[in-house]
């Protein structure tokens, strides 16, 4: 099983390659900063056949941004960077990265009316090193 490898190979690959800077999260602080990154949902799918063991696994980035003029353009970009970096990554502790890519991008403005917010979807898969 992956286990947390590859959410750590992803935090190493966002922490300040954005304009969010070092606000890279699992669990958001209580100081709420933005922009920020958190590293969402992910869903893994044992993909080992007769020869080895191997994964597919699905993840969300998600890009949170609250400028005062209310446009998406800071996610926007903030969104972009994530995807660049994301395919940047080229190791994983443990285990061989075979492919990477870039699913899907969801742009919408969170319910509080404030919040401009990107989902950005990842598959990856991953055999043992």
């Known amino acids: 099983m992956i286990g947390p490898e590859f959410?750590?190979?992803q935090f190493a690959a966002l922490h300040g390659a954005t304009?969010?800077?070092a606000n890279v999260f699992?669990?958001?602080p209580e100081s709420n900063p933005f922009p920020r990154i958190t590293i969402g949902d992910e869903q893994v799918i044992d993909d080992t056949n007769t020869c080895q063991a191997a994964w597919e696994v699905f993840s969300d980035v998600h890009c949170w941004s609250r400028p005062e003029s209310g446009s998406k353009i800071e996610v926007k970009?903030?969104?972009a960077q994530v995807v660049t970096a994301?395919?940047?990554i080229t190791t994983i502790a443990g285990f061989t990265l075979v492919a990477?890519?870039?699913q899907t991008t969801r742009f919408f403005r969170d319910p509080d009316g404030l919040t401009e917010h990107a989902v950005v979807s990842f598959r990856a898969l991953i055999d043992p090193a």
């Open 7 to 9: 959410q750590k190979a």
């Open 19 to 21: 304009d969010a800077g």
């Open 26 to 28: 699992d669990q958001v």
């Open 77 to 79: 970009t903030i969104a």
């Open 86 to 88: 994301m395919l940047g």
């Open 100 to 102: 990477i890519n870039h």
